[in-house]
Nanobody, 118 residues
Framework: QVQLVESGGGLVQPGGSLRLSCAASTRFFSINTMGWYRQAPGKQRDLVATITGGGSTNYADSVKGRFTISRDNAKNTTYLQMNSLKSEDTAVYYC????????????WGQGTQVTVSS
């Protein structure tokens, strides 16, 4: 089992910045790909960014150049630095972690609200 704890959401003005964190705790499993997804009211949950254990990243087109995902493997923690925030970035942000080997499992964080508004 893997437990995820997210932090860092809040209210920010357009053009502002926020940093989300997600710490994964596990005693037995290796942490593989870590990522962030978001879900706005009435919409599906969409990919924001992912990062592999080797550091390869993938971003949604809508956040490229504004968001940066990173991870600290020693702490099993991933971060999402969000700059130049727009109102359309408003959503609940969920951390996702893939862990284990054959089979690989998936765990979700509890979600953290990000609201971009003046």
């Amino acid at each position: 089992q893997v437990q995820l704890v997210e932090s860092g959401g809040g209210l920010v003005q357009p053009g502002g910045s926020l940093r989300l964190s997600c710490a994964a705790s596990t005693r037995f499993f290796s942490i593989n790909t870590m990522g962030w997804y978001r879900q706005a009211p009435g919409k599906q949950r969409d990919l924001v960014a992912t990062i592999t254990g080797g550091g390869s990243t993938n971003y949604a087109d809508s956040v490229k150049g504004r968001f940066t995902i990173s991870r600290d493997n020693a702490k099993n923690t991933t971060y999402l630095q969000m700059n130049s925030l727009k109102s359309e970035d408003t959503a609940v942000y969920y951390c996702n972690v893939k862990y284990g080997l054959s089979p690989e499992y998936s765990a979700w964080g509890q979600g953290t609200q990000v609201t971009v508004s003046s």
